[in-house]
């Protein structure tokens, strides 16, 4: 079993900033990548940033130059810190992890996700 648990999410007003984290714990052998994505009411889900294990990061256009991920490789900790928040990008965030487990079985887990919602 392999666990992703996030934290962080709440209300900001638009412009403020805002930290998510979130640590993977379990049968985890090795972590290739983690990222963060999030879905709207009424909208697939999209990729906000991942990271690999060599710290090479991949932002979605929309969030370049504000957003900014980071990784603990040795906690199995992603964090992203949020800047110059607009109301549009009011979702729920998930975390996602891939690499392997013990085993060698894949690894694909996805967290519960947090709230974050930007409104004055």
């Known amino acids: 079993q392999v666990q992703l648990v996030e934290s962080g999410g709440g209300l900001v007003q638009p412009g403020g900033s805002l930290r998510l984290s979130c640590t993977a714990s379990g049968s985890i052998f090795s972590i290739d990548a983690m990222g963060w994505y999030r879905q709207a009411p009424g909208n697939q889900r999209e990729l906000v940033a991942v990271?690999?294990?060599?710290?090479?990061?991949n932002y979605a256009d929309s969030v370049k130059g504000r957003f900014t991920i980071s990784r603990d490789n040795a906690k199995n900790t992603v964090n992203l810190q949020m800047n110059s928040l607009k109301p549009e990008e009011t979702a729920v965030y998930y975390c996602n992890a891939v690499g392997k487990r013990a085993w060698g079985f894949p690894l694909d887990a996805w967290g519960q996700g947090t709230l974050v919602t930007v409104s004055s």
């Open positions: 990271i690999t294990s060599g710290d090479s990061t």
